[in-house]
């Protein structure tokens, strides 16, 4: 280890054992309270990284177990979660489209379209997402079936290499896709799995009804301000080096005319890509959730040699982010089970008594936005929050339209606060383009900028909509 | 894809289609007939290998979710058990005791010591792995932590590699691992995690004690007998090519002296194991379960940087295994709570209302060996069979105690029967030193061998110590 590596193992042990030594507040389990001392050191180890993240993440939750503040079988949980098989399936999914070439000529044939400039690109990217989102619920299916084996694809065509040239296009077209998800999420009520929930939610807490093109027509007005913004913002704050590409366009025309026509293996690759989009479209319909679509997916790729099985257990990033963010996914649930959520929820809510309303409406928005350091998932984070935050506002005199939607959106545009926010997250930043450092500063530059693009412009708009 | 993998394909899934058209029998509940259809295919699919085995699971995990037989979050339940991740920790640990040369030095000490022949190297490991077994009652602890690294180390410093020299020890040694490791687990109560549980089932269901010195007593004669044939027997059924090796003990010894003093790694490793093997044996005043310890044992080697983090991502066969494992785990976990178990135990026992006891004994217990066909460990097995069997075998008019203890002793031999019937089997399996079919046909022959001794030979055993 180098000397950096043993101080940041130091703090983040030491960060853990102070909490860990210090009695659990108030009226809070001290199991609960163990947990979350635990859970923010680890956290802290993602960031200072003394050991790579996985390894963080194994050690942090042995620990967990070691000091009996979970049981083994617990802390173990979220490997059989279904969003991190999405996961794993999606890796192999971006695994064929590099082999074959399919994303290579996905990319070339966007490059020859609109290929003029490293923004355009970003556009695009972002647009394709938002076409394809009000029918796929599940960011994830979108991010690591869709866009991320494209995105990929474009970098390596315009030269940029994780290892190598990271800050050519990479750094810039992965925090574009990833950054402009989080919005396009929040667009439609059924573009994340989560938003059907906070519909229900508003109408159990609030009593109001928020219909699926009350939902669109509310969000349109920042919506339509965040995604015209945000590439470009991206561009001013992680420009890429390549900007102009002129010649981008004429190579990428003479490229898919060396290619020829499609190979076997990418025909059968398209079809598959063709499949798993009707079927993610029409989930609602057939019930086939989108873990089981994306696994069907790596099926056939197995089952017609597109892959070799040996290549899915070499695909050493899938297990690396199966690791890590496994560990969170379990951490996560059980700070839920054990009370640690509802607690804090309570502290926060008994703080707040007594502000005027507009004061305690955007401390709460503000605190659910940060808290979601916490979470690795959006629903998660609704469900144990959505509901009490709302209560507390209404109850303080806040307008429940406002309320509602303020923090309905606010649940979306969290999702790329950090790495593991989100299943669409571990992805994006695990193709390396971005140190962590990086990633996290950015996640927070555009915090801010979406909290003032939807709950600032945001409440404007609703109040001319005439809903408060 | 080859003409026999194709055909081996469609034989696979005929079975599993025909299985899952064809009516449920009697009042078994549909969902549960599919399952069990859909699980003899996958086994059937371990065999007959159209695909990798690890490729079979998850195209097989995956019909079962899309067919909606199983949700898709019950498929992967597999993946967060307690026992895949002590295989995954004790891969890691057998992959430091390869890097580290430590593997191998052991191997030297007990190859100067009884390296005389390939036989009495049988002999020691199976030896060795009694010597712990009273305190160490995780089989999977035992063989991935302690046993399996040295077999295999043993196996490199005779010549005897997978891919090009398999029979010329290493078949051999794995085979006499495995066969005994069953016979080991039926010697002492703490043997094996599910004993506690057998004499808790047989106090409830036939109202007799069996005390730790009993168990031990009991099993003495057919312990010994066929702790003392077992590596025997394999000499003859599965002959290693190096026999005598009389040049071994004085090259051990030279090696030895090349080798020198232990490197840091060796020490911090060897360290490591002893903590471990007194974790281990120490679990029941601790508390500290079996897979946690090992999963300490992995985080100490990584904070040493004894092991690299990308090492352990690396390491496919941990992955291919996971996998797999994990699957059928989850797949017999499910087939238990469906009703499929409980069915399959009621039809056994109206089916047999009305023998003669001796051949109603005779039939329950080959037809509990044999139904380990379909079970991936031997705990499930027990809660989900050994009471009723106990129960139907009373009822017909079988002595109590030679009930109990036959049925008892059966739980454990069954272990070697396939490659999956137990959590040692995938790693020894796992080694790549023989091929399936091999495998499965020596397990076969052992079961018999091991009915003919536990419960022919241990009958009369029984009777002469007055058990009935």
Redesign the interface.
């Known amino acids: 280890?180098t000397k950096i590596q043993i101080r940041n193992l130091i703090i983040t042990v030491g960060v853990g054992l102070v909490l860990y030594l210090i009695p659990a507040p108030g009226d809070l389990k001290p199991q609960a309270w163990h947990l979350f001392g635990l859970t923010v050191a680890i956290i802290l180890g993602f960031i200072l990284e003394p050991?790579?993240i996985?390894?963080v993440a194994?050690?942090g939750?042995?620990?967990v177990?070691?000091t009996?503040t979970l049981k083994?079988?617990d802390v173990?949980?979220?490997?059989?979660?279904?969003s991190m098989?999405l996961i794993v399936a999606a890796f192999m999914f971006a695994r064929a489209f590099l082999k074959t070439g399919f994303g290579r000529r996905i990319a070339y044939v966007i490059l020859r379209a609109i290929g003029g400039s490293t923004l355009t690109v970003g556009y695009s990217l972002a647009l394709s997402d938002l076409v394809i989102s009000p029918a796929t619920p599940s960011s994830m299916a979108r991010a690591g079936g869709i866009l991320f084996p494209i995105a990929r694809s474009i970098c390596s065509v315009l030269g940029s290499e994780p290892e190598t040239t990271p800050r050519k296009a990479g750094a810039y077209i992965m925090q574009v896709v990833y950054q402009t998800e989080g919005i396009v999420c929040a667009m439609f009520m059924t573009a994340m799995a989560g938003n059907p929930m906070i519909v229900e939610l508003a109408s159990k807490t609030a009593g109001i009804e928020i219909s699926w093109g009350m939902w669109f027509l509310a969000a349109l007005l920042p919506g339509a301000v965040a995604m015209a913004c945000t590439p470009l913002l991206l561009y001013k704050i992680c420009p890429p080096e390549l900007k102009k590409t002129p010649e981008v366009k004429a190579l990428a025309a003479e490229e898919l005319k060396k290619m020829g026509p499609m190979s076997r293996d990418e025909r059968i690759l398209a079809g598959v890509f063709v499949l798993v989009l009707v079927l993610w479209t029409t989930g609602q319909w057939t019930?086939?959730?989108a873990?089981?679509v994306g696994?069907?997916a790596?099926?056939i790729l197995?089952?017609t040699?597109v892959l070799d099985?040996?290549e899915?257990?070499?695909e050493?990033g899938a297990?690396?982010i199966f690791i890590w963010m496994g560990s969170l996914v379990a951490l996560a649930g059980q700070l839920q089970k054990v009370g640690f959520i509802s607690w804090f929820a309570d502290v926060v809510s008994s703080s707040i008594s007594g502000l005027p309303w507009l004061w305690a409406l955007i401390l709460l928005v503000v605190v659910y936005m940060y808290s979601h350091y916490g979470f690795a998932s959006l629903t998660a984070h609704i469900s144990a929050m959505y509901a009490a935050f709302v209560a507390v506002a209404i109850s303080a005199g806040a307008p429940p339209y406002l309320t509602c939607l303020a923090l309905a959106y606010t649940a979306n545009i969290c999702l790329a606060i950090t790495h593991y926010s989100g299943s669409p997250g571990p992805m994006y930043f695990g193709a390396g383009y971005m140190p962590l450092s990086a990633w996290w500063r950015v996640g927070f530059i555009f915090s801010v900028f979406n909290l003032i693009v939807w709950v600032g412009i945001g409440s404007l708009w609703w109040k001319i909509l005439g809903l408060w």
Do not use: E, H, Q, R
């Not at 173990?76 to 279904?82: E, R």
């Open positions: 280890m050991l790579p996985g390894a194994f050690v939750i042995t620990i177990a070691l009996g083994t079988a173990l949980t979220g490997f059989a979660s279904t098989w019930k086939l959730d873990t089981v696994m069907l790596a099926c197995l089952l040699k099985w040996s899915m257990l070499t050493k297990w690396d």
